[in-house]
């Protein structure tokens, strides 16, 4: 099954998605992700990107958009892709219909995490990735698991583009331009919103139930 998880900055789109790869042997497509490894390349397009991002705007679609194909194309990850952070526009949208066609794929579920912006604020400025492994968890809320996590404290970074003023626009901006993809996604057949203010641990197991496993 190939799924998207939709829902605003801090929704818990990319905590759900590794514990669905981590249960379920699913691949990760997180838009956000490619490009920020990208970004670490310090290559000329990784620069160009990191201006972008740091922003908290959109990077073009020609670039988001040949991500997207070189998964969607991979015999790899046929079937079990879950979609991160994209689409993100309804002319991304329209373009993975696109892509889906010509690899003869199709959604099979979207899931959409509901989260109020006050929350959001407070997930974000807190969050922390490892540089290492890419898990994600937060300082105010995971003070242990930071303590114990196998790949060491000191690995623990921050999004350049989690401060509040960033944080701010990319809000406005998933209002504007990303919420009104949510009208072409719920017409999925398979369609779920979720509480987003739910434990990690009660979204996960709604997903499952979801996922029929
Ligand atoms: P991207 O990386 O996709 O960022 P985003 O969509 O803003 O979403 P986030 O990653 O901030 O949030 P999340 O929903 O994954 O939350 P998380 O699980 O981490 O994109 C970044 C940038 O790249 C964009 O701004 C844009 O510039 C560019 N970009 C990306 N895709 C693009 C595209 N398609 N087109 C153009 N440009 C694109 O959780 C957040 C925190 O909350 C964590 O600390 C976590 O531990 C905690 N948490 C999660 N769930 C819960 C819970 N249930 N209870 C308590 N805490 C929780
Ligand atoms: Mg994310």
Do not use: W
Not at 9 to 15: D, N, Q, R, S, V
Not at 107 to 128: M, Q
Not at 155 to 179: A, H
């Amino acid at each position: 099954m190939n799924i998207i998880l939709f829902g605003p900055p801090g929704a818990g789109k990319g905590t759900q998605a590794q514990l669905i790869v981590k249960k379920h042997n699913y691949f990760q497509l997180s838009t956000g992700d490619l490009l920020r490894s990208e970004v670490k390349k310090n290559t000329e397009l990784g620069n160009k990107i990191e201006k972008i991002i740091s922003k908290g705007n959109f990077v073009s679609d020609e670039i988001v958009n040949k991500l997207i194909k070189q998964t969607v194309g991979s015999l790899r990850f046929r079937d079990r892709i879950i979609f991160d952070g994209f689409p993100r526009s309804i002319d991304q949208s329209k373009h993975l219909d696109v892509i889906l066609k010509e690899f003869s794929q199709k959604i099979d579920i979207v899931i959409s995490l509901v989260v109020p912006r006050e929350i959001i604020e407070k997930r974000i400025i807190g969050r922390i990735t490892c540089d290492k492994c890419n898990l994600t968890l937060n300082e105010y809320f995971n003070k242990e698991e930071i303590k114990l996590h196998p790949c060491g404290e000191d690995n623990f970074v921050k999004r350049k583009d989690d401060n509040l003023s960033i944080v701010i626009s990319r809000y406005d901006i998933y209002q504007k331009t990303t919420k009104p993809v949510l009208d072409f996604l719920s017409k999925n057949s398979n369609f779920h919103e979720i509480d987003g203010t739910l434990e990690i641990e009660e979204i996960s197991a709604k997903i499952d139930t979801f996922l029929n496993v």
